[in-house]
């Protein structure tokens, strides 16, 4: 079995930050891709950003410059830093990771959602 866990969201105001981190625990062989996703009320679930195995890297154009992602690989962790947070930002952030298990199976697995609010 494998989870992810995300850290808690939170509430800030417009030109604020957040970090948001998701750590993978279970029978991980190795985690192929690490992403994140949100959805804002009323709206379709959309992707964030992504990182890959060998740390590339793709940004939805609405976060570009403003959201970096990175991964910790000792710890099976992603951490997506969220920088001159707007209110169009405001959203349930979703984990999503390819991870091949330890039995060489690879499979896509969701964290359970963090809310992000920006507001002032």
């Known amino acids: 079995q494998v989870q992810l866990v995300e850290s808690r969201g939170g509430s800030v105001q417009p030109g604020g930050s957040l970090r948001l981190s998701c750590a993978a625990s279970?029978?991980?062989?190795?985690?192929?891709?690490m992403d994140w996703y949100r959805q804002a009320p009323g709206k379709q679930r959309e992707f964030v950003a992504r990182i890959t195995d060998d740390s590339s890297t793709k940004y939805a154009d609405s976060v570009k410059g403003r959201f970096t992602i990175s991964r910790d690989n000792a710890k099976n962790t992603g951490i997506l830093q969220m920088n001159s947070l707007k209110p169009e930002d405001t959203a349930v952030y979703y984990c999503?990771?390819?991870?091949?298990?330890?039995?060489?199976?690879?499979?896509?697995?969701w964290g359970q959602g963090t809310q992000v609010t920006v507001s002032s």
């Open positions: 999503h990771a390819y991870i091949t298990t330890l039995g060489r199976a690879t499979l896509h697995y």
């Open positions: 279970g029978s991980i062989f190795s985690i192929n891709a």
